[in-house]
């Protein structure tokens, strides 16, 4: 979670998606998997991400496909 002096530098910095990243990077702590994530994301690698989402549900037996279809009608995206 953002504490407050986080959101006030994200609002005065030039960029809020890196002030997210680096946020998200000081919680994540020393998972590999996670900063490996967020690495991509920085460099804004879809496909790289797309393929650790789909790994990954395939570790848990989950369907991908299902998976991603479930978050677009919570979020109401078509």
């Known amino acids: 979670m953002i504490n407050p002096f986080q959101l006030m530098q994200m609002l005065r910095s030039g960029s809020p998606q890196q002030t997210i990243l680096d946020s998200m990077r000081q919680q994540s702590g020393n998972n590999p998997v996670i900063n490996n994530a967020l690495n991509m994301a920085e460099k804004n690698d ?33």
């Open 46 to 78: 879809m496909q790289g991400l797309e393929k650790l989402a789909r790994n990954l549900c395939k570790e848990k037996n989950i369907n991908p496909d299902e998976m991603i279809n479930s978050i677009k009608q919570k979020l109401g995206v078509r």
